[in-house]
């Protein structure tokens, strides 16, 4: 559990932090390779998880990757921060995206901060919702992934997210 801690404290820490990109060595080709696998692993992800394919979501994290988010519990009276276990977050989808007539997320904007086989991108997400019956719904929030690469493969070892806030737009286009 510390270790969760820990992870969420340093992704919040990097957040308030003005550090520039961190070129890692290389030709600017093979950054460029690097950023577009990001992005299509980032891709592959939303794509997933919009299709409601748990199994195939699964292979878009590294096994004991993490989410954290803050939320509302049914009967509570202040929202608390969340982190758990992926699998954890798949056993409760029957609670959130399962339990939706209309369940689509993309990815509006990304930023990517990279030195070698380390990520840390900030995407803009737009999330489309309804419940049987009820017309859908479009809001936005921001995803923070930090992924790692191994033999060339990029996936996500935590993700926090939140919902846009009010007073604080965020783009509803890309760059």
Do not use: K
Request: glycine share 8%; net charge negative.
């Amino acid at each position: 559990m510390r270790l969760l801690v820990f992870m969420v404290v340093v992704v919040v820490a990097l957040a308030g932090c003005s550090i520039e990109r961190i070129e890692p060595g290389g030709t600017e080709n093979s950054r460029a390779e690097e950023d577009s696998a990001i992005q299509a692993a980032l891709d592959t992800y939303y794509g997933r998880f919009s299709r409601r394919a748990w199994d195939e979501l699964r292979e878009s994290f590294w096994p004991g990757a993490v989410i954290a988010t803050r939320w509302l519990p049914p009967g509570a009276s202040d929202t608390l921060v969340d982190v758990i276990p992926l699998e954890t977050f798949l056993s409760r989808t029957e609670e959130g995206p399962d339990r939706l007539a209309v369940f689509a997320e993309r990815m509006v904007r990304h930023e990517v901060r990279r030195y070698g086989d380390l990520a840390i991108v900030w995407a803009t997400f737009e999330a489309t919702f309804g419940m049987p019956g009820a017309p859908p719904e479009t809001h936005y929030g921001v995803d923070a992934f930090q992924l790692l690469a191994d033999g060339g493969t990029w996936r996500i070892v935590s993700l926090a997210f939140t919902q846009e806030l009010p007073g604080d737009s965020l783009p509803r286009s890309g760059p």
